[in-house]
């Protein structure tokens, strides 16, 4: 399986110790533009933290468009432990599929 994490190097080290191909990024921008780059090789898995869930969400949305199945976003808590971002986001289209807000 080909692993591949984005984000900033303490948070890259530690996927490429089981193997993942990191890309060193520091903000949003240059988040995106790795991500726009590298979203259409034969990455089965990326990684970035879950700080950039709203800026990587038109590219993950793209590949759903598509109807493609891979890559498959994984959005972790960074070392920093931001966390809430991926339960907005589920609750979100949650709530669009059901047709009423889903309060958690």
Not at 37 to 56: F, G, H, M, Q
Not at 71 to 99: D, H, K, N, Y
Request: aromatic share 8%; with cysteine.
């Amino acid at each position: 399986m080909s692993i591949a994490v984005i984000g900033p190097s303490s948070f890259v080290t530690c996927f490429q110790l089981i193997g993942a191909r990191g890309y060193e990024a520091f903000n949003e921008e240059t988040v995106v533009d790795t991500l726009n780059r590298i979203s259409r090789e034969d990455y089965k898995l990326i990684i970035v933290p879950e700080k950039y869930t709203a800026a990587t969400r038109p590219i993950r949305e793209e590949v759903m468009r598509r109807g493609e199945i891979t890559p498959f976003f994984a959005l972790i808590p960074g070392l920093a432990m931001e966390t809430g971002m991926r339960m907005e986001e589920l609750q979100a289209v949650v709530s669009l599929a059901i047709g009423t807000k889903l309060e958690i």
